[in-house]
């Protein structure tokens, strides 16, 4: 049997007074993901451990079956692997987001939705100004870059700028530990140290970026400026079993997904990393093409990854609209699709799960540690007495509540 997973960023929500108390996945109208539960078995998954923040990070790799003590080394150096920086043993890699500050607050996590042609052009500036041998600013995707510090000690506090929304932004800087100020981490830095030189590059990129042309442009055009950067989610090299390394059900696996943490994970899993052309991680994504692109890698893997993060950036932007609208065109665009073919497939046997990795609630904006909701559907699964996929219904679904690893050894075994 061949599986793959459909995997909707941020997806669940919040009871919502404007949808009657409802969430947007049970206002939405999504045939395809109702008809799975209706024909599959449902459940919810918790996807944090304890002791973590709610980060996708996080939550998917957890999803993946992976014990987050053991692999866990911040966003930063799974970013580094998508983009192809193989990390040396004293590099301390954080994600560096491009973002909007105004009045002295964190207006957006995103620098008002920068194009990646804008991000690679604002960081090869910053690079060229702030960079040196121990300290390397490198592109991503979008807004979602790469800083690299050589021996930078990975006990500080760095805030995810999408956890703290219209919040002033001096109080959330870089932090080092508790009892970290002054120690040493092998022959790093102190993590004082570390703080301090993060703090100093955000101050600094803040006066380059304010007089560099892209941004006046933006400004001149009323629109946001990507006036700072924002580092966060380092850490070392991660030590990661591949995944088929651990489930001998798959011998061959792939991910595809817009975002380069995805697929940084999917690097350290010993996935395939298949990109499709006109994804961008956004609402205005080309749904049909990561279907055919997920199709086409069935045929050759044992197990997809599919991820759409269109859902989670609408939960940030808090766009409820936007919201309901995502959740709608994963259900027509790729469920849909993906069910109808693989329902052809009579010598192959597929293996369907649907989930999103935790929710954000688009009244808050940001993560929240809780369930989510999840259905499995296979042809010969015996279904549980569950009508539609939410985060209510599957609460009274077979599978109960799950915990971490748990899903992927039940997803696995028939």
């Not at 021996?151 to 959330?172: L, R």
């Not at 088929?244 to 999917?266: E, H, N």
């Not at 369907?352 to 009244?363: N, W």
Request: one cysteine or more.
């Amino acid at each position: 049997m061949k599986h793959i997973i459909i995997l909707g960023d941020g997806m669940a929500d919040h009871p919502i007074r404007r949808l009657n108390g409802m969430t947007p996945l049970q206002y939405a109208d999504k045939a395809n993901m109702d008809m799975l539960a209706r024909n599959g078995k449902t459940g919810r998954l918790i996807t944090i451990p304890d002791g973590f923040l709610p980060g996708s990070e996080v939550a998917n790799t957890a999803i993946l079956g992976y014990d987050l003590n053991l692999v866990y080394e911040g966003r930063g150096p799974l970013e580094a692997a998508s983009i192809g920086y193989d990390m040396r043993d004293d590099d301390f890699a954080l994600r560096c987001n491009i973002v909007t500050l105004a009045d002295g607050k964190i207006k957006k996590h995103n620098g008002g939705h920068l194009t990646t042609d804008e991000g690679d052009t604002l960081i090869k500036y910053l690079n060229s100004k702030l960079g040196c041998e121990d300290i390397q600013f490198l592109t991503g995707t979008q807004y979602r870059h790469l800083l690299v510090i050589r021996k930078g000690n990975k006990h500080i506090m760095c805030a995810p700028p999408h956890d703290h929304p219209d919040e002033p932004w001096q109080p959330i800087m870089a932090k080092p530990e508790p009892g970290w100020e002054n120690k040493n981490d092998g022959e790093r830095m102190t993590g004082q140290e570390t703080a301090d030189l993060i703090n100093n590059l955000i101050i600094e990129s803040q006066k380059l970026l304010k007089e560099h042309p892209l941004n006046k442009e933006k400004t001149s055009k009323g629109k946001d400026a990507a006036n700072s950067i924002w580092p966060w989610g380092g850490g070392y090299r991660p030590k990661m079993k591949k995944l088929t390394d651990i489930y001998p059900q798959i011998r061959q696996g792939a991910v595809i997904s817009a975002v380069d943490l995805i697929r940084g994970i999917g690097h350290y899993a010993g996935l395939n990393i298949i990109k499709v052309k006109g994804a961008t991680g956004l609402a205005d994504t080309d749904y049909e093409a990561k279907a055919q692109a997920a199709l086409k890698a069935l045929r050759t893997n044992d197990f997809v990854f599919l991820h759409i993060e269109a859902s989670d950036e609408a939960g940030h932007d808090g766009d409820l609209e936007l919201k309901i609208k995502t959740i709608e065109n994963l259900d027509k665009r790729i469920v849909g699709p993906i069910y109808k073919e693989i329902k052809t497939w009579r010598d192959t046997p597929v293996r369907i799960a649907i989930l999103p990795d935790h929710p954000t609630p688009v009244e808050i904006r940001t993560h929240v540690n809780k369930p989510v909701p999840f259905v499995i559907w296979d042809s010969n699964i015996v279904p549980d007495d569950v009508d539609t996929y939410d985060e209510v219904s599957c609460a009274g679904g077979g599978y109960g509540m799950l915990r971490l690893g748990e899903f992927m050894d039940i997803f696995l075994n028939p």
